[in-house]
């Protein structure tokens, strides 16, 4: 399998207990991260992703909640994903794409 992520990567010899969250709250499931970069991580999830709302969730990296990224599923592997980290302009930024669009058509 080629390598398709860039930038400089973090790999965690036994991986980091984590959590994935709905952005409502609704779900919330137990994951190992297996590597990370300043844009995305892979993830090992415990238990299926499907049916739960992948397009924006938060990664709860600590037992407390207090750090957490904003995601949305980049790729899907067996019980293994990628997630690529938003920032918080990027939803503004998408938005602004999508209303530009609208009104091309």
């Known amino acids: 399998m080629t390598e398709?992520?860039?930038g400089?990567?973090?790999v965690?010899?036994?991986g980091f207990p984590a959590h994935m969250m709905g952005?409502?709250?609704t779900w919330r499931?137990?994951?190992i991260m297996e590597d990370i970069s300043?844009?995305?991580a892979k993830?090992?999830?415990d238990?299926?992703?499907e049916g739960l709302n992948l397009k924006e969730f938060f990664l709860l990296l600590s037992s407390t909640g207090l750090a957490y990224r904003r995601c949305e599923l980049g790729w899907v592997n067996g019980d293994q994903i990628g997630v690529n980290f938003l920032k918080p302009n990027d939803k503004k930024k998408k938005a602004k794409r999508s209303e530009t669009q609208e009104a091309k058509t």
């Open 8 to 10: 400089d990567r973090v």
């Open 43 to 45: 993830l090992t999830v």
């Open 47 to 49: 238990g299926s992703v």
């Open 29 to 31: 499931r137990s994951c």
């Open 38 to 40: 300043e844009t995305d």
């Open 4 to 6: 398709r992520r860039a």
């Open 12 to 14: 965690f010899e036994r």
């Open 23 to 25: 952005i409502d709250g």
